[in-house]
Nanobody
Framework: QVQLQESGPDLVKPSQTLSLTCTVS??????????WTWIRQSPDKGLVWIGR???????YYNPFFEDRASISRDTSKMQIALQLRSVSPEDTGVYYC??????WGVGIYDNWGQGTQVVVSS
């Protein structure tokens, strides 16, 4: 059973960089056809897709975050990292790590972490 666990600071000051880590257990982040995704949830904007990294290390970003977000991986630690630069209070929310793949042409998020709450405030 694949499990995902997000970790990182719960409070970040405006203009700083938010760094989060997703640790994957029970599976490999290099397994073919899987994509490891960061998603944010906030009361006012709902679920927002930030970006993902593929099993081969290729990254894809939501254009809204493309100039501020970086997603990387450490295959030795089975970790996916998110860095979000120049944060503002609008970046407050619960950040989720999720596994995505396509099954018979249908995209599925089949494993989620519990999420980590981040508040951006001075």
């Amino acid at each position: 059973q694949v499990q995902l666990q997000e970790s990182g600071p719960d409070l970040v000051k405006p203009s700083q960089t938010l760094s989060l880590t997703c640790t994957v257990s029970g599976g490999s982040i290099t397994s073919m056809h899987y994509f490891w995704t960061w998603i944010r949830q906030s009361p006012d904007k709902g679920l927002v897709w930030i970006g993902r990294i593929s099993y081969s290390g290729i990254t894809y970003y939501n254009p809204f975050f493309e100039d501020r977000a970086s997603i990387s991986r450490d295959t030795s630690k089975m970790q996916i990292a998110l860095q979000l630069r120049s944060v503002s209070p609008e970046d407050t929310g619960v950040y989720y790590c999720a596994r995505y793949h396509r099954n018979w042409g249908v995209g599925i998020y089949d494993n989620w972490g519990q999420g980590t709450q981040v508040v951006v405030s001075s």
